[in-house]
C-alpha cells in the first residue's frame, strides 16, 4: 500500500543521506520512487558536499539541506548546526526517511520533527549503527538476502508503506550533466561524438588503490583491440600523480589524454557522453552506473554484491579466488601487501572492458 497523502495537502517528505558520494548516489533510486508514488510531493534531502553538488537540477529533489562543514570554532559550527535545524524545521516534513543508520543522520531525521521517522532495525549488518535507533520511531528489519544498498534503500522505502509499488523499479534520473569546460574539452580533442572511455584511478581507501601500471595495461589493451580513446580523469595531487602515471605508461599504443581537474559535475559531464567507464570501488564508478554507461570497477577490501555499481551494464572484478581476509572493510591493509588489489591481473580487467563495450 501507498500511504495516502492528507485532502488538499501533498505529502512531504525528507531523505536523510549525508554522505559519501556512492552511498548518496545509491539512495537516488529512493527519491525517484518517491517522486512516482506521489508526483504533487515535497521531497528534500539533508546531504553533505561534495555530494550535494550532483543533485543541482534533479527534478525529482524539491529542496537540498546542506549540512553544514566543520569549521575551526565549535561556536561558529553549532551556530550553523541551530540554522540548519531550523531550516528543516520550517518545511514541515511529516516524513523523514534516514537510510544511511548513523547517529547523525539519526540525529538530523529527528531536527527535522517530522512526525514519522523511519530507518533500518537491527544491528551494524542489518543497517543501524552507532545511537541511530534512540531517533527514529518507525524501524524495520530488511532481510540480509536483500543484498545491495540500492535495493536494500528501497526495501526500506516499501516497508515503510511511503511509496507502494512505486517502490519496485530502479531509477536514478539525474541531471542532464553539461558542464562547459568538460564540453569544451572533449570538442578540442574531437571527442564530441561520445567514442571514448573514461579511466578514474582515485578513491578515498588506500586499500581500494588500483595500481596504476595495471590502468595503464588495460589503456594499452583498449588502444590496440579497439582503437578507442581513454580520458584520465582526476581531481587532487593525489589522483593527478596516478593518473599522470596512466597517461605515460600507456606510450603510443592509444590515444590517451589527461583531462582538466574535474569536479563532480565536470566528470558528469565527462561520463554521460563516455562509450566506457574503468575505476576502483569509488563515487565515480557508481555515478556511471548512474548515468548507464557500461561500467567496470575493481574490487579488493570490499564487497560488490553490496556496495557494487549497479545495473546490467555494470561488472565488478576480483580475483578468482578471494583472500581469507576478503572482504575485509578496512581502510589499512593488516597484510600490510595490499595483496587483494595488487596481485587482480591486468588482462582480466581488460576483458571485461572488452566484454562491457562488445555488449553495450
Known amino acids: ?153 528501497l526495501a526500506l522505502l516499501r516497508a515503510s508503506g511511503l511509496a507502494g509499488d512505486a517502490g519496485q523499479d530502479v531509477e536514478w534520473r539525474l541531471p542532464d550533466y ?32 588500483w595500481p596504476p601500471r595495471h590502468f595503464a595495461a588495460v589503456v594499452r589493451r583498449l588502444g590496440s583491440e579497439r582503437d578507442l580513446p581513454v580520458v584520465v580523469a582526476w581531481a587532487g595531487e593525489d589522483e593527478r600523480r596516478a593518473a599522470e602515471e596512466i597517461v605515460s605508461g600507456a606510450g603510443d599504443a592509444c590515444r590517451v589524454l589527461l583531462a582538466p581537474p574535474t569536479g563532480l559535475r565536470e566528470l558528469a559531464t565527462l561520463l554521460r557522453r563516455a562509450a566506457l567507464f574503468l575505476g576502483c570501488d569509488s563515487g565515480p564508478a557508481h555515478l556511471a552506473a548512474a548515468l548507464g554507461v557500461p561500467c567496470v570497477s575493481v574490487f579488493g577490501p570490499t564487497d560488490p554484491a553490496r556496495n557494487g555499481p549497479y545495473g546490467p551494464r555494470s561488472a565488478a572484478v576480483r580475483l578468482d579466488q578471494p583472500l581469507d581476509c576478503q572482504p575485509c572493510w578496512r581502510r589499512a591493509c593488516s597484510r600490510g601487501d595490499f595483496a587483494c588489489m595488487e596481485r587482480l591481473d591486468a588482462d582480466r580487467v581488460a576483458a571485461a572492458c572488452l566484454a562491457r563495450l562488445d555488449t553495450a
Open 178 to 209: 553539461a558542464e562547459p569546460a568538460s564540453l569544451a574539452f572533449l570538442e578540442s580533442h574531437g571527442l564530441g561524438d561520445g567514442r571514448y572511455a573514461v579511466v578514474s584511478p582515485g578513491t578515498v581507501w588506500r586499500t581500494k588503490h
Open 1 to 153: 500500500m501507498t500511504r495516502e497523502q492528507k485532502p488538499g495537502r501533498p505529502l512531504r517528505v525528507l531523505l536523510v543521506r549525508l554522505s559519501a558520494i556512492g552511498d548518496c548516489l545509491h539512495a537516488a533510486p529512493v527519491v525517484s520512487a518517491l517522486r512516482r508514488a506521489h508526483p504533487e510531493a515535497f521531497i528534500g534531502w539533508a546531504i553533505q558536499e561534495p555530494a550535494a553538488s550532483l543533485l543541482r537540477g534533479h527534478a525529482g529533489v524539491d529542496r537540498v539541506h546542506l549540512y553544514p562543514r566543520r569549521t575551526r570554532g565549535i561556536g561558529a559550527h553549532l551556530d550553523a548546526l541551530r540554522r540548519f535545524r531550523r531550516e528543516l524545521r520550517s518545511c514541515r516534513y511529516e516524513a523523514a526517511l534516514d537510510v544511511q543508520g548513523l547517529t547523525k543522520s539519526g540525529l538530523v531525521a529527528w531536527w527535522s520533527g517530522a512526525g514519522e521517522r523511519v530507518g533500518f532495525r537491527g544491528g551494524p549488518a542489518m543497517g543501524s549503527r552507532e545511537l541511530n535507533a534512540l531517533f527514529l520511531n518507525r524501524r524495520f528489519a530488511v532481510d540480509l538476502d536483500v543484498r545491495h544498498v540500492v535495493d536494500r534503500n
